[in-house]
């Protein structure tokens, strides 16, 4: 079991990696903001403003994300999880490197895009195969692992980009705080050479004795292989049986609904506004460079404390009752941080209310959104329900990340105040719409949505 146990942990660092590398940005955005600002004059007028401009430059890594996670489920079927984990890791490392070497924007953007790529693949591929080599009664803990190191990951970013700084790098800095990546990247490429194929995927490419080995190797001496191969057939026959099945139809209406509306209003909080413009959230409020890196680093150790918290009560409290937590707790937290901008009252006011901000996510839909998704659809089109809830999502942290400069550049104070207003419409659409899905069985789930 051990053996599980290894492979489970490499293919999270996966997740490491991703958490890092949609976090790192926050550290080095103001110095980009500066050092291209001759470039996106240039750009602006027509064209957009220079905070448009900028804020492209922050979200292009999105961009790469949206497609990353489209562009890889195909490949990975066909030449199997494992090495495409391994190009993930490669692509992280050359955005490492590209994006501490850039020599002018387009060439960051292009690095930062790469980067992208990984980030959206493995967001798909990690827990895909996690979940396939880990055995049923380990299988919910082993693929939470990998949501618990992304939130570790962005905070490893923050505590990185808060000991660059305080080396006093000057010019330099930024390039620092991007090409750290490459160590642990590179770790992850390697270690992936000791994880063993998903035996899912030999047995759908119809490779059993070696999908026999490995679940032998992976489960220990007390492991049932051939009834876990028996298993994996079976699914495999039912999942084939029902890919003929059009996804948009009207009896999957309302789960399609829920499904965009959880990933739409995850971002509607803000969420990625605050991971990537952390340091410049702070400086706003008054603090020096390195005091908010500092308390950059407060926002992931929270983040990954009440992460934690919640994975070990969703089951006992259920899903509905922590998005209802969590949003009364956005609504006060969003409410604060704009009448401290309004009225000029910042500093501790600004960083305990966004404490109480990502306390509130972790806590709600941090740990919510992708079990809900995977618990409304069918076996049948569960997995493009959860490619649909994730394309979402992607797509509203691109805008996020596109607009908040924008905004912020006119006014602080109204753009936490838009944000608290979105919570206070998921708060009512927690309340009148959203279903209870836990211990809920599938068949009267489908029931309850209205799905024959």
Request: proline share 3%; hydrophobic share 55%.
């Amino acid at each position: 079991m051990s053996r599980v146990i290894w492979a489970s942990v490499v293919a999270a660092l996966g997740g490491l990696l991703f958490g890092f590398d949609t976090a790192v940005i926050s550290g080095a955005e103001g110095t980009l903001r500066d050092l291209y600002d001759p470039t996106y004059q240039r750009l602006s007028g027509a064209f957009g403003t220079p905070a448009f401009w900028h804020g492209t430059l922050v979200a292009s890594a999105l961009v790469g994300t949206i497609i990353g996670s489209l562009a890889f489920a195909k490949p990975a079927d066909r030449y199997g999880r494992r090495p495409m984990l391994m190009i993930m890791g490669g692509l992280y490392l050359l955005s490492a490197i590209g994006s501490a070497v850039a020599w002018d924007a387009g060439s960051f953007v292009f690095f930062r895009l790469i980067g992208g790529l990984g980030v959206g693949g493995a967001s798909v591929v990690a827990p895909m195969y996690v979940a396939e080599i880990a055995p049923a009664n380990m299988r919910g803990r082993l693929v939470a692992m990998v949501q618990l190191n992304i939130v570790l990951g962005i905070l490893v970013a923050y505590l990185s980009n808060f000991i660059i700084a305080s080396f006093e790098l000057g010019s330099i800095e930024w390039r620092w705080m991007f090409g750290v990546e490459a160590a642990p990247a590179l770790a992850f490429t390697a270690l992936l050479f000791t994880n063993p194929r998903s035996p899912r995927w030999l047995v759908a490419q119809g490779r059993d004795d070696e999908a026999k080995s490995v679940l032998i190797n992976i489960g220990g001496g007390s492991f049932d292989a051939a009834k876990e191969l028996a298993a994996i057939r079976l699914s495999l026959t039912e999942t084939r049986k029902h890919l003929t099945e059009r996804f948009f139809q009207r009896k999957y209406l309302k789960p399609i609904l829920l499904a965009v509306a959880i990933a739409a209003f995850n971002q509607l909080s803000g969420i990625n506004a605050l991971i990537y413009y952390t340091r410049r959230i702070f400086e706003m409020a008054g603090a020096s460079g390195t005091s908010a890196l500092l308390q950059s680093v407060i926002i992931g150790g929270v983040n990954l404390i009440m992460t934690a918290a919640a994975l070990m009560v969703i089951d006992k409290l259920g899903r509905k009752r922590l998005m209802l937590v969590g949003s009364i707790g956005y609504i006060l937290s969003l409410g604060a941080t704009a009448v401290a901008f309004y009225t000029e009252i910042t500093g501790p006011v600004v960083l305990a209310s966004l404490i109480v901000f990502i306390a509130s996510h972790a806590f709600g839909q941090g740990a919510v959104i992708w079990v809900f998704i995977g618990e409304i659809f069918p076996n049948s089109i569960r997995a493009r329900g959860q490619s649909l809830g994730s394309f979402v999502h992607w797509i509203m942290a691109a805008i996020i990340s596109l607009t908040f400069p924008m905004i912020a550049e006119i006014s602080g104070a109204s753009i936490f105040a838009f944000y608290m207003l979105c919570m206070v419409g998921q708060l009512l659409w927690v309340i009148f719409v959203m279903p209870e899905t836990k211990g809920v069985p599938l068949e009267e789930m489908s029931k309850k949505l209205g799905i024959d």
